[in-house]
């Protein structure tokens, strides 16, 4: 039987490999021939979308403080900015959008002619979403409102097939968010032919239940490991990491545990999302001081545990508007992980 810790060391080598495939994959999306909307109108006509799969971005148009819907029409003149981005990072006449409000964002696209069936794969936003495709709602997640106190937020992502065989497609997303650090879309809506989107959906979810699986149940080897007989505590800790971290592939980008679990409220998932990054990195650091006991410098190691730990204890006790600033703060302790 090979040693535990060598074991080890090839399951992290695996999960290093793996992340560099999602960071690439997410990098090729968008190449330099997409096609950009331009003041909230795309032209896909010259498109092939049996072959391809393009985002809707670009200009659209924008209407703060605004939740228009196709029985009640926009009341003042429409501004054009990039979507998808942050509304932080959004400039509207001259000034930054703030984190937290609503907005209603349109986009007229004009489509090619079709025999294939098109889909549309929409993403999560911050930190809720409704949106209309021609006069009709097509897709939601949570329920924005301007009114704080009925707005819902909710994480998911949403594949579903355009019905008819309309040339073109008048969209109006609502967007609300009163919960989060960030506000507004982050991610690109997409369009393509049906059967591709629905496919790589499928393996997408697939793969990341099967990786959230393995490394569970890997953890749950390795603590069966430490609990009979080889009481190491580098495989203790390593066990903990894994099946601390596994929530992370279930629980976030794709949000599959969401999608399984529709009716687990968002402030719950958003905090084990959130103290599931924290925690790991306590129990990463802890395996690797137990795994080179001569080589980790005690005092970096400590530091880096307590200030996870910090950072842990405030997810637990404060909202997500609070300790989604984190990101940051834990940035600068990963880096002292990675040296």
Same mark, same amino acid.
């Given at each position: ?9 090839? @399951?992290?080598?695996? @999960? ?43 200009? +659209?148009? =924008?209407? +703060? ?30 000034? %930054? ?5 609503? &907005? ?6 004009? @489509? ?12 999560? %936003? ?24 009925? &707005? ?23 967007? &609300? ?18 059967? =591709? ?14 990786? %959230? ?52 409220? +968002? ?26 006991? =001569? ?45």
């Amino acid at each position: 039987m090979s040693h535990p810790n060598r074991s080890n060391k090839s @399951l992290l080598s695996v @999960l290093v490999i793996i992340s560099l495939l999602g960071i690439h994959s997410a990098f090729a999306q968008k190449t330099s021939e997409t096609p950009l909307a331009i003041k909230g109108i795309l032209d896909l006509r010259k498109a092939d979308l049996s072959k391809q799969t393009l985002p809707l971005s670009g200009e +659209w148009g =924008i209407y +703060w403080k605004q939740l228009i819907s196709p029985g009640s029409p926009a009341t003042g003149p429409v501004s054009y900015v990039p979507f998808p981005e942050l509304w932080t990072k959004t400039n509207l006449n001259g000034y %930054t959008l703030p984190p937290k409000g609503y &907005a209603s964002y349109t986009l007229t696209v004009l @489509l090619p002619p079709h025999k294939n069936k098109l889909a549309l794969e929409i993403p999560d %936003t911050y930190s809720s979403y409704r949106l209309y495709v021609n006069d009709e709602v097509f897709a939601a997640s949570g329920s924005p409102d301007s009114i704080a106190a009925r &707005a819902i937020p909710r994480w998911v992502e949403n594949t579903l097939e355009l019905t008819g065989k309309q040339d073109t497609l008048h969209l109006i997303l609502q967007v &609300a968010n009163y919960w989060h650090s960030k506000g507004g879309p982050y991610k690109d809506i997409l369009i393509g032919d049906k059967e =591709i989107l629905f496919h790589e959906k499928e393996i997408d979810n697939a793969f990341d239940l099967f990786l %959230t699986g393995c490394l569970f149940m890997g953890g749950l080897f390795f603590f069966g490991l430490f609990l009979f007989g080889r009481h190491d505590k580098s495989i203790l800790y390593f066990a903990l990491f894994c099946m601390s971290y596994s929530y992370r592939i279930i629980g976030s980008r794709g949000y599959v545990l969401h999608s399984i679990f529709p009716d687990i409220p +968002w402030t719950i998932t958003t905090h084990l999302e959130y103290l599931s990054l924290f925690i790991s990195v306590v129990f990463f650091s802890l395996y690797t001081k137990h795994l080179y006991p =001569i080589d980790s410098n005690k005092m970096a190691v400590r530091l880096e545990v307590w200030s996870c730990l910090v950072l842990s204890a405030i997810v637990i006790l404060f909202p997500p508007s609070v300790f989604t600033k984190l990101i940051n703060p834990f940035l600068v302790v990963m880096f002292g992980v990675l040296v």
